[in-house]
């Protein structure tokens, strides 16, 4: 019976506690390829590449009716508005809407406009 004494390294000669006959490499990668079965015939590829698409098809498959049943759920599910609630929706957007936002956004200022339409004018 081995003990905690017995497994350790011997620090005088370095030796490890275990021992194996002197030829045992010689013919060791011999008896491994011996236990080795033979190589199994090889699939086409057809046979290899049929599970896969298949489980690709699967999977696009389920995962497109997954989204048109959200989608129809959806639908079903949230209201539509009123028309009267939709006239409150749209409002008219004017130019001069449009060109208030443009100086707002370009913290363009009167004086800045005025410097403008004058060297316009000058160009003339």
Not at 3 to 16: I, P, Q, S, V
Not at 80 to 107: R, V
């Amino acid at each position: 019976m081995s003990t905690k004494e017995t497994r350790k390294f011997n620090l005088d000669g370095g030796r490890y506690p275990f021992k194996v006959s002197d030829k045992y490499f010689d013919h060791l990668t011999a008896r491994i390829m011996e236990q080795i079965p033979e190589e199994q015939p090889q699939q086409t590829t057809s046979t290899r590449v049929m599970p896969i698409r298949r489980t690709l098809w699967l999977t696009t498959l389920s995962i497109a009716a997954s989204l048109v049943l959200i989608v129809t759920i959806a639908l079903n599910v949230i209201p539509s508005p009123s028309p009267e609630q939709a006239k409150g929706l749209t409002a008219e957007y004017t130019n001069n809407d449009y060109y208030e936002d443009l100086m707002t956004y370009t913290m363009v200022d009167n004086m800045d406009v005025y410097y403008y339409l004058a060297a316009e004018n000058a160009d003339e």
